[in-house]
C-alpha cells in the first residue's frame, strides 16, 4: 500500500507564490516519475509538471517559467515552486507517482489539494 500525502496549498493573490509538497510512503521498491496534475472546476485533469529519478522534468506550456518541480529521492517527495501565480492556476493540485510495489508497476495519486489564487 503506497500513500501519497499532499500539503501546501491555499489561498493566494495574483502574483504570489506557492510550494506545494508529496510525500510517498508504504512499501516501495522503486519510485520512477513523480508530478503534478491539476483539475478545475468543469475541466479534465491537466499535466502541470513531472520529474523523473534521473532528474529530467517536463512542463506544460503554460507554467514554464513560473513554476519548478523538483524531488527529494532520498524522501520520496516531490515539490511544486509556484511563483507569480494567475487566477486561472486556480485547481486541485493532485500529486501522482509511478511506483513499483510487490505486486508490479503502479500509478498512484494523491487526495489534492486545493490552490486557489484570487485577483
Known amino acids: 500500500q503506497v500513500q501519497l500525502v499532499e500539503s501546501g496549498g491555499g489561498l493566494v493573490q495574483l502574483g504570489g507564490t506557492l510550494r506545494l509538497s508529496c510525500a510517498a510512503s508504504?512499501?516501495?521498491?522503486?519510485?520512477?516519475?513523480m508530478g503534478w496534475y491539476r483539475q478545475a472546476p468543469g475541466q479534465q485533469r491537466e499535466l502541470v509538471a513531472t520529474a523523473t529519478s534521473g532528474g529530467t522534468t517536463n512542463y506544460a506550456d503554460s507554467v514554464k517559467g513560473r513554476f519548478t518541480i523538483s524531488r527529494d529521492n532520498a524522501k520520496n517527495t516531490v515539490y511544486l515552486q509556484m511563483n507569480s501565480l494567475k487566477p486561472e492556476d486556480t485547481a486541485v493540485y493532485y500529486c501522482?507517482?509511478?511506483?513499483?510495489?510487490?505486486?508490479?508497476?503502479?500509478?498512484?495519486w494523491g487526495q489534492g489539494t486545493q490552490v486557489t489564487v484570487s485577483s
Open positions: 501522482h507517482a509511478d511506483v513499483l510495489v510487490r505486486v508490479g508497476r503502479r500509478m498512484h
Open positions: 508504504g512499501t516501495i521498491f522503486a519510485m520512477y516519475a
